[in-house]
Structure formats: structure tokens, C-alpha cells
């Protein structure tokens, strides 16, 4: 068997994953369509946000209360309605206010944002989206596991889910309305679980605004820091994929 026809089965397996996937989309109607949308259309706007940063921060700061309740307001929509991403959200909040007020600023931003995106697709998904799940063994079996274990349950599951670097925010917004996760383990478990790789992010970035090329020791402390910064976004992840996988793994009956 040669190299080609041995990775051909894991591309077949990938492309059939991702049709069954949109297809299990469609399916649930409009909130699904548009959670399907949210599991790419981030991409550009984070990269936009990522390449202006230098001209918007000036422009925010500038702007004082106003700049700061703008950039806030602002994420409302677009993470609400899946635009842009909270990474570089985060690293344009660090780049533009520093760590405590860039951070205080991004989960403010990043708290309303996880609000509307769920309004907007349990509103979208109505009564439909749960009559498809329940028709659906394995979909079910999963909402069950996330929503019927109790609160505390919830909680941890949504904090596990949020806590990945890699982890689309709009995606489990509009996922978790169309499960109809409880708004009271939703929002707590939302920014518990997005504060740490937040804050990671926000730091890196305003070390990066704050480095000044003419102070070589200046410079490798800096550096240090962001190393630093990478190597927490990285044990954050393992640590979450490993929870996750740990809970997957545990019988719903427990």
C-alpha cells in the first residue's frame, strides 16, 4: 500500500465529518445555518482587526470614556453576530489600554457578545432546533451530558469548552442556545472560561506596544514575557483538551 493510499482514508474521513456536520446544520433551520456560518466567518474579521490595530488604538484612546465604551459596544455586534473573533479582540484591548484595563474592557466586550449571540439564535432556533436534537440519538445523548447533569455540571462543561485558545467563541454561543444550555451556568461558565487565554492574549499585546526597539535589555524582557505568554496559551489548552476529553469519557450515569 503505498504513502497516498494510506492518508487517502483520513481525508475521505475528514471531508465526510464536515458533510455530516453542515449537513446535521441545515437541518435545524435558520439557527443552524448560521451557527454553521460562525464556525469559519471570524477568520477575516480577526485578521482585519489584527492589521489595524496601530492605526485603531491611537484612534480609541483619543476618544477617552467614549473610545473605551465604543471599543466595548462595539464587540457587541461583532462577536454577537459572528464578525470578529476574541483573540483579536483581546490583543487589540491590550494593545490599545494595557493589561488591567485592556482585560476589564475585553471581557465587559466579550459578556455582552456571549448575551445577544444567544438571544439571537434561541430566538432564530424557537422549538425546532430541540424537536431535531431529540430526533437524533446521538444528539441528544450529548445535550443530555451538557444540560441534564445539573448546574454545577454545566457549569464546568461550558467553562471546558470556552478554555481553549482554539475555541470559536460565536460557534458555542449560537451551539449552546440551540442545546438551550441555562443562561445561569452560560454566562458565568462564558467568561470564566474565556478569562485566562483572554488575559494571556491582552498581555502579550501590550508588551508588544510597549517595546521599545532602542533598549536591547528592554527588549529580551519582553520577549521573555511573550514567550511566556505562548507557553500559558499552550498548557491552557492541554489542560482543557485533557478535562474534556476525561468528561467524554465518563458515563452520563454517574
Known amino acids: 500500500m503505498t504513502a497516498s493510499s494510506e492518508r487517502a482514508p483520513a481525508t475521505g474521513g475528514l471531508w465526510h465529518y464536515l458533510k ?3 449537513a446535521g446544520m441545515m437541518r435545524l433551520g435558520p439557527a443552524g ?4 456560518i460562525a464556525s469559519f466567518s471570524p477568520l477575516l474579521g480577526g485578521f482585519v482587526i489584527l492589521g489595524l490595530v496601530q492605526r485603531l488604538a491611537p484612534w480609541i484612546r483619543a476618544h477617552g470614556g467614549a473610545g473605551a465604551l465604543i471599543y466595548v ?24 489600554f494595557g493589561v488591567v484595563n485592556g482585560f476589564a474592557l475585553a471581557m ?12 439571537f439564535v434561541d430566538w432564530l432556533a424557537g422549538d425546532r432546533a ?19 447533569q445539573g448546574f454545577w455540571r454545566t457549569l464546568w462543561i461550558v467553562t471546558l469548552v470556552r478554555l481553549p485558545p482554539t475555541s470559536p467563541f460565536s460557534f458555542f454561543n449560537y ?4 442545546a438551550r444550555v441555562g443562561m445561569l451556568p452560560y454566562m458565568p ?11 494571556a492574549v491582552v498581555i502579550a499585546f501590550a508588551d508588544l506596544e510597549q517595546l521599545d526597539l532602542q533598549h536591547p535589555l528592554q527588549n529580551w524582557l519582553r520577549v521573555a514575557g511573550i514567550v511566556a505568554t505562548v507557553v500559558v496559551i499552550y498548557v491552557i489548552n492541554r489542560i482543557a483538551q485533557s478535562a474534556i476529553r476525561g468528561l467524554t469519557e465518563t458515563p452520563a450515569e454517574s
Request: hydrophobic content about 55%; aromatic content about 16%; charged content about 10%.
Open 20 to 22: 455530516s456536520f453542515y
Open 33 to 36: 445555518l448560521v451557527t454553521a
Open 73 to 96: 459596544i462595539s464587540f457587541w455586534a461583532f462577536g454577537g453576530f459572528a464578525v470578529v473573533p476574541t483573540y483579536a479582540y483581546s490583543g487589540l484591548a491590550g494593545w490599545t
Open 108 to 119: 465587559a466586550a466579550f459578556a455582552g457578545a456571549a448575551f445577544i449571540g444567544y438571544v
Open 130 to 148: 430541540i424537536q431535531m436534537i431529540d430526533e437524533h440519538p446521538k444528539w441528544k445523548a450529548v445535550r443530555q451530558a451538557l444540560v441534564g
Open 175 to 178: 451551539a449552546m442556545a440551540i
Open 189 to 199: 461558565g462564558t467568561l470564566l472560561g474565556l478569562a485566562p487565554r483572554s488575559l
